[in-house]
């Protein structure tokens, strides 16, 4: 119970770290709304919408970076999970969430990650950003990928 509460304290700090972090990177930014992360980051360009959603949902664990928190939050740049699972496993985990734990790049996660969007639009916006951010060149999801998901709540 103790370790629990533990976990449940530093996901907090390290939530808030993200969040500060989150707002001076927008600060700095300000001059063009539309450059999310940084010039370079192609992906805000052709998914505006995807990183304005992972600026304001997945940051604050995720990081702006996309390399999370090492033994917290799995990270997204250079994810072979994010690389291999079909797209319809990604919507999944923006839409549900996942509690089982997973791996990413040999590491263990087994912290849950809470449900983020609620309509397949926003879904499919994010993956697309993270599935092309920070040099990753993972493809492309579209709103047929979705088809038949639950949203489970
Ligand atoms: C509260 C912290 C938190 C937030 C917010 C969050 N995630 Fe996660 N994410 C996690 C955790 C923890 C895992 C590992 C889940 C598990 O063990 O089941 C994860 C796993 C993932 C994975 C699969 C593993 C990987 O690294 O490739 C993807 C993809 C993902 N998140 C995308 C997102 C996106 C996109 C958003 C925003 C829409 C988001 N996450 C918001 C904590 C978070």
Redesign the pocket.
Known sequence: MKKLSLIVIM?GLI?FAGKSYAYLAHKTTSSNETVYVASADNAAVKYPKGAK??KE??A???QLTGM?VPG?????KG?D??KSATKAR?IE??LNG?????T?NGVK??????P??DNYSDAVA??NY?LNAWGNNYGKATLADAKGIKIKR
Do not use: R
């Not at 917290?72 to 997204?76: H, I, T």
């Not at 996942?98 to 997973?102: F, K």
């Not at 996660?109 to 809470?114: A, F, Q, V």
């Open positions: 996901a939530m959603i992972f949902k997945c604050a664990c995720h999370g917290a939050f799995p990270p997204l994810s999970f994010l990604l985990q923006v996942s509690n089982e734990g997973l990413v996660y087994s912290i849950p990650m809470p983020q969007v994010v993956i993270i």
